[in-house]
Nanobody
């Protein structure tokens, strides 16, 4: 099983980035997918999730209206489009897979984790 996250980088406040997470080694279409972030000195925080069918999404309040999660079944990839970025969005962003199919914010439920990609937002 592999979850390969990419797309992080340095961006100015107000800018945009799109994160990608390529999945392999499991049945991508049967899993809910999530993005989780961790800022220095803080615990991992749920950011967004999308159900196995793509019909349901969930976002933490702090990113609603700015971030969009989506998935491409042909490419076995989940995306996180991040707009209007703020310095407080600075973190390592991880993708995760949950065989439970529906979205959950409970990080302990996630079965597989990627290695993370660093997003730095300068003020």
């Amino acid at each position: 099983v592999q979850l390969q996250a990419s797309g992080g980088g340095l961006v100015q406040a107000g800018g945009s980035l799109r994160l990608s997470c390529a999945a392999s080694g499991f049945t991508f279409s049967s899993y809910a997918m999530s993005w989780v972030r961790q800022s220095p000195g803080k615990e991992r925080e749920f950011v967004a999730a999308i159900s196995w069918s793509g019909s349901m999404t969930d976002y933490v309040d702090s990113v609603k209206g700015r971030f969009t999660i989506s998935r491409d079944y042909a490419k076995n990839t989940v995306y996180l489009q991040m707009n209007s970025l703020k310095p407080e969005d600075t973190a390592v962003y991880y993708c995760a897979a949950d065989r439970g199919r529906w979205t959950t914010r409970a990080l302990y439920e996630y079965d597989y984790w990627g290695q993370g990609t660093l997003v730095t937002v300068s003020s």
